[in-house]
């Protein structure tokens, strides 16, 4: 167990009164802020794996929750993708200073893209672990059957069943609404910073072949795809999560380097 779990998060106070739980290490920039997926939590062990790393490392690390989510406040039917995104936007603005690079899991690859689009200045660089842009739109609406469309729009919120959770995750009607105004995959997505990209091809949730159409939509040429043969959606064994440190370890060297000036 991390010492960082032993001991109560922190938390960030937003205009509304919600409280952002977070852990941060202190440490040189850039810095690492790490985005989770969807009714994830920070307590996850990519979460706690790349802290470790930049621990050892020396780097600066932010990890938290958003609305809804974990030890933050708030139910997690009442979130949104722009309501995380902002929650990802002003972690960055009060939790962390220069260039930052974001890492992005599931759902925390869209947001990593939305928030980068926000503060394209403090950014320098981006890893996405199954990226999932779009998924609303993309993913969830034409999954649902008649019934549960019907269900959707008496109700506002339908249970969809994952192939790694005996337990339904909800989908609410406010969600797809809001999905639809932060789409990205649509035209080109103006991010100049280097891009990484990693995914299971044997991910039953979210097509390999998302991270192909992402990596065409961004403006980036520094952009680069690692798919995995063998992997699934979490890419959370620890080979996996060696991986994963060896692709941030490179990326970090890059800036480092001063090749990518945020």
Not at 29 to 47: H, Q, R, W
Not at 136 to 152: C, F, G, K, Y
Not at 170 to 198: M, N
């Amino acid at each position: 167990m991390n010492d960082d779990d032993i001991t109560p998060p922190r938390r960030l106070v937003r205009e509304d009164g919600a409280s952002i739980a977070y852990h941060r290490t202190p440490g040189a920039n850039p810095g690492v802020v790490f985005l989770t997926g969807y009714m994830s939590d920070m307590t996850g062990g990519k979460a706690t794996r790349l802290e470790a790393f930049c621990r050892e490392r020396g780097h600066a690390f932010v990890r938290f929750d958003y609305l809804g989510h974990g030890a933050s406040s708030g139910r997690f039917v009442d979130g949104t993708i722009g309501r995380w995104a902002e929650d990802a936007v002003a972690v960055i603005d009060a939790l962390t200073d220069g260039p930052q690079i974001l890492v992005g899991s599931s759902l925390g690859g869209w947001i990593m893209l939305l928030a980068a689009l926000r503060r394209p200045e403090r950014i320098a660089g981006l890893v996405g672990i199954a990226a999932a842009p779009d998924f609303t739109e993309d993913l969830i609406v034409p999954s649902l059957s008649a019934e549960q469309r019907a269900q959707l729009a008496i109700d506002g919120v339908v249970p969809v069943y994952s192939p790694y959770d005996p337990e339904p995750t909800p989908v609410t009607r406010r969600i797809l609404a809001d999905g639809r105004l932060h789409l990205v995959l649509r035209e080109e997505i103006a991010i100049d910073c280097p891009v990484r990209l990693i995914h299971g091809m044997r991910d039953p949730d979210v097509p390999w072949k998302t991270a192909l159409r992402l990596a065409d939509r961004v403006r980036s040429t520094d952009v680069e795809v690692l798919l995995v043969k063998a992997g699934e959606h979490r890419l959370s064994e620890a080979h996996d999560l060696e991986r994963l440190c060896s692709v941030l370890e490179g990326l970090l060297r890059r800036v480092e380097a001063g090749a990518v000036i945020p």
